[in-house]
């Protein structure tokens, strides 16, 4: 896989404008400028889980006795039902967090960023593709500043969007996503089977 469809795969599950509306109803309680430091630290914090399991992907699997089809499979389902859910979204909060509250690697860094989908796929990726993990960390760092900067300018997108927009945008990602993961679900099933 090439850094711009990896990065484009990672940065359609980190699904940004997807999570902004969560961002924005978690940090308005925070000061404008404390808020910046929040969201600075936290996508910093996501980084470097990401950056963990990519380059300890193989390892990961290994102790765990996981084959790439296992993961390839598997990894599909997940996207699968993440992709529906941002087609047919469901009420209800997810934060967890007290009114005011500043979070603390959860819920924003984890699952919001880095989150068990971007996880697998990034075990996935490392596993198919163990000599280019150099390229798989620069497609890593594509996804993310281009998450980041969403986020950061969170108010000039939900501006530009409004709700409505945000929404629309999230389906069409949600659309992008079970195509991809059917066929990764395909491909796991095609490498199982021997084909």
Known sequence: MDILSAATLLFLIMDPLGNLPIFLSILKHIDAKRRRIVLIREMLFALAILMLFLFAGQSIMDFLHVQPETLSISGGIILFIIAIKMIFPSAGSITG???????????????????????????????????????????????????????????????????????????????????????????????????
Request: charged share 10%; no cysteine; hydrophobic share 55%.
């Open 97 to 195: 967090l007290a009114a005011g509250e500043e979070p603390f690697i959860v819920p924003l860094a984890i699952p919001l960023i880095a989150g068990p989908t971007v996880i697998a796929t990034l075990l996935l990726l490392s596993s198919q593709n163990p000599t280019q993990l150099l390229e798989l960390s620069a497609a890593v760092m594509i996804a993310w500043t281009g998450t980041s900067v969403i986020l950061m300018f969170n108010g000039f997108f939900h501006k530009i969007l409004g709700e409505r927009g945000l929404k629309a945008v999230e389906r069409l990602m949600g659309l992008l996503l079970v195509m991809i993961s059917t066929q990764m679900f395909l491909d796991g099933i095609k490498s199982y089977v021997g084909m």
